[in-house]
């Protein structure tokens, strides 16, 4: 063996010995002598390059396969190709190249076939001399030599071509240009031209990209130089084909039996260096090539700009400048794109294809501009023809012909309206087309001849001004015309008027009642008249203010109208008498159809008006009319003499008894009877008995109003029905809605009203009624009473007596309140099967099954709250909890998870604790969501249901791990620096610490420097302080910042302490200035011997920090006055006092106290 010797640099002026890959100073050493010539003897053993088979091998190949290339090189100057056809010309070559050997091959197994000394003897040994050392050779070392001289040749073919790939490559090496700078260089011979086209197109959603992506055709740039390095690899030796050697499938055979021919290895460094080569050549060529991209990017929206020019052109808010702005901005990107963007783009190894994008952007921007432009044409056509439209129904409208005072006045309106708006506005419109027009024309936009004729029609109307000015001369003549015929209506109206006025005035002669439907019938007839007559003046007055004249007021109408009222009044007064006389004497008085109120009422109103026609006549003089209403008021006061009468026998409260005392006083038998009026009354002489009748009418009517007073209030009660609802699940009801309500204000109302009935003299007869009455409204009342009670208690306990839980810890209540329950349903189901209350509030023994049901609730209420006086004995915190919230956490003691709603009210830190998959509680979480964890976790399910018990657990817990978290940082206090400490614990230990800490180095530095010690520790806690203002100002998480929160407000106060006590000369650890501030400090616990505790000294108290878990919440920043307060609460507690500051409000009393807790 040859062995390796190092080569380090050389020494200037020594010469080197060197082979390849070996450097040795002085010459090889013995040893690497004796190997090279042992290599060299042991090659030339087995070399037989110079046999006859090899001589005429090496011929063969230089004359059939020298010029085989596995792949195409393409000329300098030709066409370049797609990568699709660029590979498939590889394969293609390389399949030609594989085919030619596979021929070749045959031959060159004849020559190896012919070999003399193989023909002769086979497997004999070879005599001829070989590598000139005269060496013999056995059949196997011929074979062997045969075949590395085939696979040496087979190689140098294959790293032929691949160094002419390599170099094809070669030629595009340089630093790739800008395709602007390549363009310069088109036609030139520095110009090197592509070896590739790739297309660039359209792909979705419209974005522009090559054809063929840049990936895919490095891949395939580099895939034939693989496949030409692996091309020969199953090429089957020489000596194979002469031997029925062929392996197994899967084995080779090397000199022990190798059939193929040696590979050339693609892990070969020169193969590899090759491979490489391209691959940072194609890799530089296609960045650039990607650059090509960049080009368009300010034209692609020319790809979806057909939505923009919709949602244009649907704006009403654009303008001409902007339609102008907006296609020149779209004519420019195509010019720009013609200029920047050619169709071929040469970028050395590729030249890009853009004829196809460039056509869709450009065929896009057009369309864009064909579809803004011929919008703009179309709607300038359709305004035109509108505005035709509208000259025209103008023209119509003020050429009509007046027929009447309307039709003038509603034209010359129109006329007027359109000289001083309607045709400014329209010719505004036209000015308006025109200039849309031009800016048409300015975009060379051509227009059809329809077009130009809708819009020549428009034109012609701009001189319509003169015809409007001719159509108002033109109106005058019509206005003379009938404001003639005006005129003349108004003479021939008036003289109808005095017509009415005198046949109104021959009333005064005419008193004859005899004749009163022929006066009615006149009179109706001269009303309808003068009712016309005022429908004629309205509408002479409208038409007169129409023309512009003042309203006549006619005043002749007025004053037939009131000509004619008081004969009006005084006929139908008449007949209204005759008619109402006879109903009253002669209509039945027992059948409800007279009324005495309305026929004292009806005569009243009667009596009154006949005086007052009386008088107006006897002022007019007119003395008929006048007698005929003096005899109308005389009648009447004659018949006002028997309304006494009326009202005694129409009193709907006369009963037989009534009737049997009239009897008595008329002497003789009278009963109502349907055939009695009130004139047969009279004959009766009933009319001389009236004031014993009358009192006997009025205690009727007293006794009726009793009698009805108690039938309305039963009447009030038959509608009220009591109104149920189903509560939730229990399958039972409840009282709900209005009904409750509604039925304490009818007691209200008429428990007030029968005693009052009742009390009164005329009751005697309803006494018995009324005492029944009173009984069932007490009753209600009680029942309500007692029954809203009972409800709800049974709402408040029927949720916490359906827990299981609750029923095994209070089986006595527990069944109690099932009977009650029963009770409850029972009266609940009948109630609501019949909800009327007039028989719902008479159910039997009603009133005394809830007054039981009530008695048992409050012995179970007694009971439940002796159980949860229980409970919170046991656990004090529970005294925080109502009732409700604490029977909540009982009533579910199978889920101890239940707590977490409430445990904040028991624990002011604690917002919820944490379990694990085993209900294990294992940590507190406070309100802001820091996590405490337990040093020894508690179990809720050992203590078998008893919330109680594990939250006492809990509560020790609490107070074990504060102080263990608390002395664990005490020890980490040292080993960190502040900032890094203080972001390790819980915020609440911190401060705690923290303070523990600042009392020791306070002290130390009175005892060992006195007040210059206070000077220096000044000086640290600012450079402490400067620290924590430089953490504050980073990315820190929410719960290092509350800490820091509340860490600042201490902190600050006590550096501000350290100063005062410098400036105040404290110098020593006793002096007073020094012991009246809050100090902490780690002590033996004079309670439980041999076990240290954190203690708080402020003057002379003494107290013990409580390690009550506070979560991580704010503090309140210290004053000189919550110094004070500190000092005597303090005081007062070391005393075993309470203590309460007191002062003005607002002044932070009750926050002082709550920070000192904390």
């Not at 090189?73 to 399949?95: N, R, S, T, W, Y």
């Not at 359109?418 to 400014?424: E, G």
């Not at 034109?459 to 001004?465: D, L, N, P, Q």
């Not at 209900?919 to 979480?925: N, P, Q």
Request: charged share 30%; with cysteine.
């Amino acid at each position: 063996d040859i062995h390796f010797v190092p080569a380090p640099p050389p020494v200037w002026g020594i010469a080197p010995f060197t082979v390849p890959d070996i450097g040795t100073f002085g010459g090889p050493p013995a040893h690497w002598r004796e190997g090279l010539a042992n290599a060299r003897a042991s090659l030339l053993a087995c070399c037989v390059q110079n046999s006859g088979t090899a001589l005429r091998l090496k011929e063969f190949w230089l004359d059939q396969c020298m010029d085989v290339r596995f792949l195409a090189c393409p000329e300098k100057h030709a066409e370049p190709k797609d990568i699709m056809g660029f590979h498939a010309d590889q394969v293609a070559q390389l399949d030609s190249a594989c085919r030619s050997l596979t021929e070749a091959w045959q031959d060159i197994v004849r020559i190896v076939g012919e070999e003399p000394e193989y023909i002769a003897a086979a497997g004999a040994p070879i005599t001829e001399p070989v590598g000139g050392a005269g060496s013999q050779a056995t059949e196997m070392q011929f074979f062997e030599s045969v075949a590395a001289l085939v696979s040496q040749m087979a190689r140098e073919t294959v790293e032929q071509t691949l160094q002419e790939y390599v170099g094809l490559f070669e030629r595009f090496a340089a630093q790739p240009l800008h395709y602007e700078a390549v363009k310069v260089l088109c036609g030139s011979d520095k110009w090197q031209d592509e070896l590739l086209i790739n297309k660039l197109v359209v792909a979705p959603p419209n974005e522009i990209k090559f054809k063929h992506e840049l990936d895919l055709v490095t891949a395939r740039l580099l895939l034939p130089y693989k496949e030409c390095t692996t091309s020969l690899r199953d090429f089957r030796r020489p000596d194979a084909h002469l031997k029925d050697s062929r392996p197994p499938d899967g084995q080779t055979r090397d000199a022990d039996g190798r059939t193929l021919l040696w590979p050339v290895n693609e892990a070969e460094e020169h193969i590899e260096c090759g491979y490489k080569r391209i691959e940072r050549i194609v890799k530089l060529n296609l960045d650039s090539a990607e650059q090509v991209l960049q080009l368009y990017e300010p034209f692609a929206f020319l790809l979806t700009e057909e939505t923009n020019v919709t949602e244009f052109l649907d704006d009403p808010t654009k303008t001409r400048e902007d339609t102008e702005a907006y296609i020149t901005r779209l004519r420019t990107a195509l010019d720009d794109l013609k200029e920047q963007c050619p169709p071929q783009i040469r970028t050395q190894l590729m030249r890009v294809d853009a004829a196809d994008v460039n056509r869709k952007l450009a065929q896009c921007g057009q369309d864009c501009v064909a579809k803004l432009l011929k919008a703009l044409s179309v709607r300038q056509v359709e305004r035109s023809g509108r505005l035709v439209k509208s000259f025209e129904s103008l023209h119509k409208r003020i050429m009509a012909k007046p027929n009447n005072e309307d039709q003038l006045v509603d034209l010359e309106n129109a006329v007027e309206q359109a000289a001083s708006t309607d045709f400014p506005r329209l010719l505004e419109e036209y000015e308006d087309i025109k200039a849309w027009l031009f800016l048409t024309f300015d975009l060379d936009h051509l227009l059809m001849e329809p077009d130009y004729e809708a819009i020549w029609a428009a034109s012609e109307w701009k001189t319509y001004a003169t015809t409007i000015a001719n159509r108002q001369e033109a109106l005058q003549a019509d206005r003379m015309r009938i404001e003639g015929g005006l005129t003349e209506r108004r003479s021939k109206f008036s003289e109808e008027l005095i017509g009415i006025i005198n046949k109104v005035g021959k009333f005064k002669d005419k008193g004859a009642v005899r004749m009163l439907e022929d006066y009615l019938g006149q009179i109706s007839d001269l009303k309808k008249k003068i009712e016309t007559c005022r429908a004629d003046m309205e509408d002479i007055n409208v038409k007169e203010e129409l023309v512009g004249w003042e309203a006549t007021e006619f005043e002749e109408l007025n004053r037939a109208q009131e000509l004619l009222d008081p004969y009006d009044k005084l006929w139908n007064l008449v007949s209204e008498h005759q008619k109402a006389h006879t109903k009253w004497t002669r209509s039945s008085l027992f059948s409800g159809e007279i009324k005495p109120e309305e026929v004292e009422s009806d005569v009243q109103a009667m009596w009154r008006l006949s005086f007052k026609l009386k008088a107006t006549f006897e002022a007019e003089g007119s003395t008929k009319p006048a007698q005929v209403a003096a005899k109308l008021r005389s009648d009447l006061d004659a018949f006002k003499e028997n309304v006494p009468l009326l009202h005694a026998l129409c009193n709907p409260g006369l009963r037989d008894r009534h009737w049997k005392e009239i009897s008595n006083v008329v002497h003789f038998a009278l009963e109502p009877d349907p055939s009695y009026n009130l004139q047969k009354m009279l004959d009766f002489d009933l009319a001389n008995h009236i004031s014993e009748i009358g009192e006997i009418s009025e205690n009727a009517a007293k006794e009726y109003q009793i009698e009805n007073g108690l039938a309305t209030q039963k009447g009030e009660w038959a509608p009220v029905n009591m109104e149920f609802k189903d509560w939730g699940d229990t399958g039972t009801f409840i009282v709900a809605g209005s009904s409750v309500d509604e039925v304490q204000t009818l007691l209200d109302d008429h428990v007030i009203k029968t005693q009052t009935m009742k009390g009164s003299p005329y009751a005697v007869q309803f006494q018995e009624q009324l005492n029944d009455w009173e009984s069932f409204l007490k009753s209600v009342q009680d029942i309500i009473d007692v029954w809203l009670k009972v409800q709800g208690v049974w709402l408040y306990l029927e949720p916490i007596f359906s827990s299981e839980d609750i029923m095994q810890q209070m089986p006595t209540e527990g069944a109690l309140f099932r009977e009650v329950d029963g009770t409850w349903r029972d009266i609940m189901a009948s109630s609501k099967s019949d909800p009327n209350s007039l028989t719902c509030f008479a159910q039997e023994n009603f009133l005394q099954r809830l007054e039981e049901a009530n008695e048992k609730l409050e012995r179970v209420q007694k009971g439940l709250n002796d159980y949860l006086e229980t409970k919170r004995l046991f656990f004090p915190r529970f005294f925080f909890l109502s009732n409700d919230n604490l029977l909540e956490i009982l009533s579910e003691t199978k889920d101890p998870r239940r707590v977490n709603a409430h445990v904040k009210k028991a624990f002011e830190g604690i917002q919820s604790l944490h379990f694990d998959e085993d209900l294990k509680i294992t940590g507190m979480i406070s309100p802001e969501k820091e996590h405490a964890p337990l040093t020894n976790p508690v179990d809720p399910v050992a203590a078998r249901g008893a919330v109680e018990v594990w939250l006492v657990q809990v509560e020790d817990a609490m107070i074990e791990s504060i102080r263990d978290i608390s002395f664990k940082s005490r020890d980490d206090f040292p080993t960190k620096t502040f900032v890094e400490w203080l972001q390790a614990w819980p915020g609440q230990v911190v401060i705690g610490i923290f303070n523990l800490f600042w009392t020791a180095e306070v002290n130390d530095a009175l005892q060992t420097s006195g007040n210059a010690g206070l000077a220096d520790y000044a000086a640290k806690l600012e450079g402490i302080l400067t620290d924590i203002v430089q953490l504050v100002r980073t990315e820190i998480p929410a719960l290092v910042r509350f800490t820091l929160e509340a860490l600042i407000v201490i902190f600050v106060h006590n550096k501000d302490t350290i100063i005062d006590l410098r400036d105040k000369g404290v110098f020593k650890a006793d002096d007073f200035e020094w012991l009246v501030q809050l100090r902490y400090f780690i002590e033996e616990n004079p309670d439980k011997p041999g076990v240290d505790d954190m203690f708080v000294r402020i003057t002379n108290s003494f107290l013990g920090y409580a390690y009550e878990y506070i979560g991580n919440c704010n503090r309140l920043v210290v004053t000189p006055l919550t110094d004070r307060c500190y000092r005597t609460c303090c005081g007062a507690l070391h005393l075993l006092y309470g203590a309460a500051p007191e002062g003005p409000a607002g002044t932070g009393k009750t926050e002082t106290v709550k920070d000192l807790a904390k």
